[in-house]
Protein backbone atom coordinates (compact mmCIF):
# COMPACT_ATOMS: atom_id res chain seq x y z
CA UNK A 1 0.00 0.00 0.00
CA UNK A 2 1.43 3.65 -0.75
CA UNK A 3 0.87 6.60 0.49
CA UNK A 4 -1.96 7.23 -1.39
CA UNK A 5 -3.93 4.67 -1.26
CA UNK A 6 -6.79 5.32 1.16
CA UNK A 7 -6.75 3.40 4.16
CA UNK A 8 -8.38 -0.40 4.30
CA UNK A 9 -9.27 -2.49 7.45
CA UNK A 10 -6.56 -3.20 9.66
CA UNK A 11 -8.07 -6.70 11.37
CA UNK A 12 -4.98 -6.84 13.36
CA UNK A 13 -5.50 -3.51 14.74
CA UNK A 14 -3.10 -4.13 17.80
CA UNK A 15 -0.02 -4.22 15.35
CA UNK A 16 2.73 -1.42 15.51
CA UNK A 17 2.62 -0.20 11.79
CA UNK A 18 1.43 3.16 13.65
CA UNK A 19 2.36 6.58 15.67
CA UNK A 20 0.78 8.40 17.65
CA UNK A 21 0.86 11.13 20.61
CA UNK A 22 2.05 14.76 21.03
CA UNK A 23 4.01 15.88 24.09
CA UNK A 24 2.81 15.05 27.68
CA UNK A 25 0.58 17.51 28.83
CA UNK A 26 1.79 19.85 31.59
CA UNK A 27 5.42 19.10 30.05
CA UNK A 28 7.63 22.66 29.56
CA UNK A 29 9.86 21.90 25.94
CA UNK A 30 13.53 23.05 26.72
CA UNK A 31 14.83 24.31 23.50
CA UNK A 32 18.15 22.00 22.66
CA UNK A 33 20.20 21.14 19.66
CA UNK A 34 18.34 17.62 18.12
CA UNK A 35 21.56 17.17 16.23
CA UNK A 36 23.65 17.23 19.04
CA UNK A 37 21.64 14.90 21.30
CA UNK A 38 21.06 12.79 18.12
CA UNK A 39 24.92 12.48 18.30
CA UNK A 40 24.85 11.55 21.68
CA UNK A 41 22.30 9.03 21.78
CA UNK A 42 24.49 7.06 19.00
CA UNK A 43 27.21 7.12 20.70
CA UNK A 44 25.75 5.32 24.09
CA UNK A 45 24.13 2.80 21.73
CA UNK A 46 26.94 1.93 19.24
CA UNK A 47 30.04 4.45 20.16
CA UNK A 48 29.44 6.18 17.11
CA UNK A 49 30.15 3.13 14.58
CA UNK A 50 26.95 2.98 11.94
CA UNK A 51 24.57 -0.07 12.16
CA UNK A 52 22.98 -1.18 9.33
CA UNK A 53 20.86 -4.23 10.16
CA UNK A 54 19.92 -5.83 13.29
CA UNK A 55 18.52 -9.25 13.69
CA UNK A 56 17.16 -10.76 17.46
CA UNK A 57 15.68 -13.85 18.61
CA UNK A 58 14.23 -15.29 21.66
CA UNK A 59 11.22 -15.78 23.25
CA UNK A 60 8.03 -14.26 23.35
CA UNK A 61 4.84 -13.78 25.42
CA UNK A 62 1.59 -13.08 23.78
CA UNK A 63 -1.83 -11.59 25.65
CA UNK A 64 -4.17 -10.55 23.59
CA UNK A 65 -7.97 -11.08 23.33
CA UNK A 66 -7.73 -12.93 26.61
CA UNK A 67 -5.10 -15.71 24.90
CA UNK A 68 -1.93 -16.23 26.97
CA UNK A 69 0.18 -18.01 24.25
CA UNK A 70 4.46 -18.41 24.36
CA UNK A 71 6.45 -19.21 21.74
CA UNK A 72 9.88 -17.51 19.98
CA UNK A 73 10.42 -14.81 18.07
CA UNK A 74 12.30 -13.03 15.47
CA UNK A 75 12.68 -9.63 14.73
CA UNK A 76 14.89 -8.16 11.75
CA UNK A 77 15.23 -4.50 10.56
CA UNK A 78 17.52 -2.48 7.98
CA UNK A 79 18.45 1.26 7.86
CA UNK A 80 16.07 1.87 5.07
CA UNK A 81 13.17 1.13 6.79
CA UNK A 82 12.15 -2.41 6.34
CA UNK A 83 11.30 -4.46 8.90
CA UNK A 84 9.77 -7.64 10.20
CA UNK A 85 8.46 -9.50 12.85
CA UNK A 86 7.57 -12.79 13.47
CA UNK A 87 5.68 -14.97 16.11
CA UNK A 88 5.67 -18.79 16.21
CA UNK A 89 3.23 -19.26 19.11
CA UNK A 90 2.59 -22.53 20.84
CA UNK A 91 -1.28 -21.90 20.68
CA UNK A 92 -2.35 -19.74 17.84
CA UNK A 93 0.39 -20.43 15.75
CA UNK A 94 2.10 -18.15 13.33
CA UNK A 95 1.86 -14.39 13.65
CA UNK A 96 4.05 -11.97 11.24
CA UNK A 97 4.19 -7.57 10.72
CA UNK A 98 6.31 -6.35 7.78
CA UNK A 99 7.21 -2.91 7.04
CA UNK A 100 8.93 -2.13 3.23
CA UNK A 101 10.00 1.03 4.63
CA UNK A 102 9.27 4.64 6.43
CA UNK A 103 9.10 6.85 2.95
CA UNK A 104 6.57 7.98 0.44
CA UNK A 105 5.82 3.97 -1.03
CA UNK A 106 5.75 2.47 2.42
CA UNK A 107 4.08 -0.69 2.31
CA UNK A 108 2.73 -2.72 5.63
CA UNK A 109 1.21 -5.92 6.03
CA UNK A 110 0.56 -8.59 8.85
CA UNK A 111 -0.52 -12.01 8.60
CA UNK A 112 -1.95 -14.84 10.86
CA UNK A 113 -1.89 -18.28 11.47
CA UNK A 114 -2.97 -18.87 7.78
CA UNK A 115 0.09 -16.79 6.60
CA UNK A 116 -2.64 -15.20 4.41
CA UNK A 117 -1.12 -11.11 4.12
CA UNK A 118 -3.32 -8.04 5.17
CA UNK A 119 -2.31 -4.74 4.21
CA UNK A 120 -2.52 -2.64 7.18
CA UNK A 121 -3.96 0.32 7.23
CA UNK A 122 -2.40 3.17 5.61
CA UNK A 123 -2.57 5.69 8.44
CA UNK A 124 -0.88 3.28 10.77
CA UNK A 125 1.78 2.53 8.61
CA UNK A 126 3.45 6.03 9.42
CA UNK A 127 5.89 5.56 11.90
CA UNK A 128 9.11 7.41 11.47
CA UNK A 129 11.10 5.24 13.82
CA UNK A 130 11.85 1.10 14.15
CA UNK A 131 9.54 0.13 17.03
CA UNK A 132 11.91 -2.61 18.29
CA UNK A 133 15.36 -0.70 17.76
CA UNK A 134 14.48 3.02 17.61
CA UNK A 135 18.14 3.72 17.39
CA UNK A 136 18.42 2.08 14.19
CA UNK A 137 16.21 4.71 12.54
CA UNK A 138 17.51 7.98 14.55
CA UNK A 139 21.66 7.30 13.06
CA UNK A 140 22.80 10.86 12.57
CA UNK A 141 24.95 9.38 9.65
CA UNK A 142 21.71 7.93 7.72
CA UNK A 143 18.78 10.04 8.78
CA UNK A 144 16.18 10.17 5.80
CA UNK A 145 15.58 14.04 5.15
CA UNK A 146 11.93 13.45 5.53
CA UNK A 147 12.12 12.50 8.99
CA UNK A 148 12.22 15.43 11.99
CA UNK A 149 13.49 14.86 15.24
CA UNK A 150 12.56 17.88 18.22
CA UNK A 151 14.54 17.60 21.34
CA UNK A 152 12.05 18.46 24.14
CA UNK A 153 13.86 18.66 27.19
CA UNK A 154 13.35 16.56 30.22
CA UNK A 155 9.71 15.63 31.16
CA UNK A 156 7.71 12.78 31.04
CA UNK A 157 6.80 9.90 27.81
CA UNK A 158 3.95 7.76 28.21
CA UNK A 159 1.86 6.94 30.99
CA UNK A 160 4.24 6.38 33.55
CA UNK A 161 5.64 9.38 36.01
CA UNK A 162 9.46 9.02 35.06
CA UNK A 163 10.69 11.77 33.77
CA UNK A 164 13.15 11.26 30.59
CA UNK A 165 14.86 12.77 27.42
CA UNK A 166 12.27 13.34 24.90
CA UNK A 167 12.35 13.34 21.73
CA UNK A 168 9.70 13.63 19.12
CA UNK A 169 9.92 12.76 15.78
CA UNK A 170 7.28 13.14 13.02
CA UNK A 171 7.72 12.78 8.80
CA UNK A 172 7.10 15.12 6.57
CA UNK A 173 7.41 14.77 2.57
CA UNK A 174 7.45 17.51 0.43
CA UNK A 175 6.27 15.64 -2.56
CA UNK A 176 2.91 14.53 -2.44
CA UNK A 177 -0.37 16.38 -2.07
CA UNK A 178 -0.78 19.00 0.61
CA UNK A 179 -3.61 17.67 2.15
CA UNK A 180 -1.84 14.27 2.42
CA UNK A 181 1.31 15.84 3.78
CA UNK A 182 -0.50 17.56 6.46
CA UNK A 183 -2.38 13.73 7.35
CA UNK A 184 1.08 12.38 7.56
CA UNK A 185 2.56 14.94 9.54
CA UNK A 186 -0.42 14.86 12.37
CA UNK A 187 -0.43 10.56 12.08
CA UNK A 188 3.52 10.67 12.40
CA UNK A 189 4.41 11.55 15.56
CA UNK A 190 5.87 9.66 18.31
CA UNK A 191 7.73 10.06 21.65
CA UNK A 192 10.68 8.41 22.08
CA UNK A 193 12.13 8.73 25.75
CA UNK A 194 15.68 8.45 26.51
CA UNK A 195 17.40 7.32 30.07
CA UNK A 196 18.63 10.49 31.00
CA UNK A 197 21.87 8.87 32.47
CA UNK A 198 22.42 6.67 29.91
CA UNK A 199 20.64 8.30 26.63
CA UNK A 200 19.72 4.56 26.13
CA UNK A 201 16.19 4.60 24.42
CA UNK A 202 13.27 3.88 27.26
CA UNK A 203 9.98 3.97 25.85
CA UNK A 204 8.42 4.27 22.76
CA UNK A 205 4.94 6.17 22.75
CA UNK A 206 1.91 6.58 20.11
CA UNK A 207 -1.20 5.45 19.12
CA UNK A 208 -2.78 3.36 16.38
CA UNK A 209 -6.81 3.32 15.45
CA UNK A 210 -9.14 0.45 15.54
CA UNK A 211 -10.35 -1.55 12.57
CA UNK A 212 -14.06 -0.68 12.89
CA UNK A 213 -16.15 1.74 15.00
CA UNK A 214 -15.10 4.88 16.47
CA UNK A 215 -12.10 6.11 15.71
CA UNK A 216 -10.51 5.92 18.95
CA UNK A 217 -7.23 6.31 19.82
CA UNK A 218 -5.44 2.99 21.05
CA UNK A 219 -2.08 4.00 22.75
CA UNK A 220 1.09 2.13 22.48
CA UNK A 221 4.03 1.98 24.62
CA UNK A 222 7.14 0.19 24.10
CA UNK A 223 9.56 -0.24 26.69
CA UNK A 224 13.07 -1.18 26.87
CA UNK A 225 15.60 -2.87 28.93
CA UNK A 226 18.28 -5.20 30.29
CA UNK A 227 20.90 -3.58 27.51
CA UNK A 228 23.35 -5.93 26.66
CA UNK A 229 26.05 -5.23 24.93
CA UNK A 230 26.87 -7.18 21.53
CA UNK A 231 29.51 -6.50 18.83
CA UNK A 232 30.02 -3.19 20.62
CA UNK A 233 26.31 -2.33 20.38
CA UNK A 234 24.03 -1.56 23.34
CA UNK A 235 20.80 -4.20 23.00
CA UNK A 236 17.62 -4.33 24.51
CA UNK A 237 17.30 -7.74 25.87
CA UNK A 238 13.57 -7.19 26.98
CA UNK A 239 10.98 -5.54 24.84
CA UNK A 240 7.32 -5.07 26.44
CA UNK A 241 4.79 -4.00 24.45
CA UNK A 242 1.55 -2.30 26.21
CA UNK A 243 -1.31 -1.66 24.51
CA UNK A 244 -3.81 0.77 26.47
CA UNK A 245 -1.96 0.06 29.54
CA UNK A 246 -1.79 -3.60 29.57
CA UNK A 247 1.20 -6.01 28.29
CA UNK A 248 0.30 -7.53 25.02
CA UNK A 249 3.55 -8.78 24.23
CA UNK A 250 6.88 -9.44 25.97
CA UNK A 251 10.50 -10.12 24.01
CA UNK A 252 13.05 -11.55 25.91
CA UNK A 253 16.19 -11.60 23.26
CA UNK A 254 18.41 -14.55 23.57
CA UNK A 255 20.96 -13.56 20.91
CA UNK A 256 21.23 -10.39 18.50
CA UNK A 257 23.13 -10.29 15.40
CA UNK A 258 24.59 -6.72 13.89
CA UNK A 259 25.52 -5.68 10.25
Same mark, same amino acid.
Given at each position: MTLRNSAVALSFALSLFAIGP?? !?? #?QTPQPA?? &? !?ILSQLNTAVS #? &? =??? =?QVQLTGTATWNAGGLLDSGTASLTASTNGSSQL =? +?? +????GQRTETQTGTGSSADCQWAGADGVANEVAVGNCWKPSLWFFPALSLQP?? +?PTYLGVVDLGSGAVGSGPN +? @??HLQCQLGFANIPSALATSVAAQSVSDLGLDPETLLPAVLSYSILPDSGPPTPIAIEIHYSNYQTVNGVQIPFL??? @?VNGSLQLSIAVASAQIG
Open positions: TK !AA #GNA &G !A #G &G =QAI =Q =Q +LT +LAASSA +L +L @YRIQR @Y
